[in-house]
């Protein structure tokens, strides 16, 4: 079944729920990152997170989540649309570390003192919003989850799951994200959180095709309506115009020892691989550019 976002409400309009299903979309980023197991599972869990978090968000909005820990990983970074576009990225996607008490050991692969940035591109051309918190946990979804509702002030759960088959390839991905709204029936939310603390592991709940199994098993008799639904997947954002605009502010200086020395460049996009070649004469013409701008 195609990877997908469901969003949920119950029925007296006081919590909302987001789930996914994104076992594709992690396949295809750990394919193209070469993760180890590790890694996969924690990329998995970042780019379920990123989904989610991009499905709060108005069309034609976007969303990066940076994940930097003193661990071997360094860095998770995934960004992600209000339509379903997601990628993601790691600083050292080959790092490795043994399982934690028979668990995948995410904490310890990002690192426990560190920072979770969550920056927002509101659209119409303004200053992107960035927000900063401590990793509390390092286990992504408790990330997702503090910052919620410590920087955005709406008290959240989220819980992010992946499992690995035979191969080392991602099988199952996904997760949710729980909002109390103003309107909130404190039962319901008692309830919810109670069901919470009994669910089985993400990984085994995901197993069920699409992301309905997993708000049955979280609002359980509690009704609610699915406002709506759509399909996720993997899009990088990457072109040759932004690759030029990033060259362009490295300076006419930086560029033309570039091309003394290298008499090229070559830039790999770090999501899709994708590389751009920029000749001598290229950078002939950035550097016209660059010197351009400096001087105006």
């Not at 709406?154 to 949710?176: K, Q, R, T």
């Not at 979280?218 to 609610?224: A, E, N, S």
Request: proline residues 4%; glycine residues 12%; aromatic residues 4%.
């Amino acid at each position: 079944m195609a990877d997908q976002m469901v969003r949920a409400l119950c029925l007296s309009g006081g919590i909302r729920v987001l789930a996914c299903s994104a076992a594709e979309l992690a396949r295809e980023v750990c394919s193209l990152q070469k993760t180890s197991a590790t890694a996969s599972i924690a990329m998995g869990r970042g780019l379920a997170g990123g989904a989610l978090m991009g499905a709060l968000l108005k069309s034609g909005q976007r969303i990066a989540l940076k994940f930097e820990g003193n661990g071997p990983l360094r860095k998770l970074l995934v960004e992600a649309d209000s339509d379903g576009s997601v990628c993601g990225c790691a600083g050292n996607p080959s790092a490795e570390i043994e399982p934690l008490d028979g668990k995948w050991n995410v904490a310890g692969l990002i690192g426990k003192a560190g920072f979770l940035t969550v920056s927002k591109d509101l659209g119409g051309g303004g200053t992107p919003y960035q927000g900063l918190v401590q990793l509390v946990s390092s286990e992504i979804g408790e990330d997702l989850a503090y910052y919620l509702t410590e920087s955005e002030q709406i008290p959240s759960a989220v819980g992010l799951g992946a499992a690995l088959d035979e191969n080392g390839h991602i099988s199952v991905c996904g997760g949710f994200l729980i909002q109390a709204l103003p309107k909130a029936d404190e039962a319901e939310l008692e309830k919810i959180m109670g069901r919470l603390s009994t669910l089985p592991p993400l990984s085994s709940v995901l197993k069920e095709p699409g992301p309905e199994g997993l708000l049955r098993e979280i609002f359980g008799d509690i009704p609610y309506t699915i406002l709506e639904r759509h399909a996720l997947s993997f899009q990088c954002g990457c072109s040759r115009e932004k690759v030029e605009r990033a060259l362009l502010t490295m300076g006419a200086e930086e560029l033309a020892d570039m091309q003394a020395q290298d008499n090229g460049a070559v830039v790999t996009c770090e999501f899709c691989r994708k590389t751009y070649d920029f000749d001598h004469e290229s950078l002939e013409l950035l550097i016209t550019r660059a010197a351009g701008n400096s001087g105006s």
